[in-house]
């Protein structure tokens, strides 16, 4: 059974860095596409990168030159470095696995993908 666990949220000002990681269980994090899905309060969930077996990436519009997504796959890890956070990026962060990682967000999630519980990330002075 695939399993996905967030860590590193929290509370950053805005302006200020943060990193996410994500550690698999369960299966071999190498031959998936991961991604990070973000939904802020009283809005629609939405792709914020993702990431293939290759190594290649693609972001959302609103995170692209700010964020970076990587993995590890000897840690069987991935993670999401955010910089210069803004107060509207606050919200739960949600790491995802078997995404459909192309150039259009919209498509990253897919009925085979297996999410994480997600974490709460706060930008906020």
């Known amino acids: 059974q695939k399993q996905l666990v967030e860590s590193g949220g929290g509370l950053v000002q805005p302006g200020g860095s943060m990193r996410l990681s994500c550690v698999a269980s369960g299966f071999t994090l190498d031959y998936y596409a991961m991604g990070w899905f973000r939904q802020a309060p009283g809005k629609e969930r939405e792709g914020v990168s993702c990431?293939?077996?290759?190594?290649?990436?693609h972001y959302g519009d609103a995170v692209k030159g700010r964020f970076t997504i990587s993995r590890d796959n000897a840690r069987n890890t991935e993670y999401l470095q955010m910089n210069s956070l803004k107060v509207e990026e606050t919200g739960v962060y949600y790491c995802?696995?078997?995404?459909?990682?192309?150039?259009?967000?919209?498509?990253?999630?897919?009925?085979?993908?297996?999410w994480g519980p997600g974490t709460q990330v706060t930008v906020s002075s």
């Open positions: 990431i293939n077996s290759r190594a290649g990436t």
């Open positions: 995802v696995a078997n995404v459909a990682c192309n150039s259009q967000p919209y498509e990253w999630n897919n009925a085979d993908a297996a």
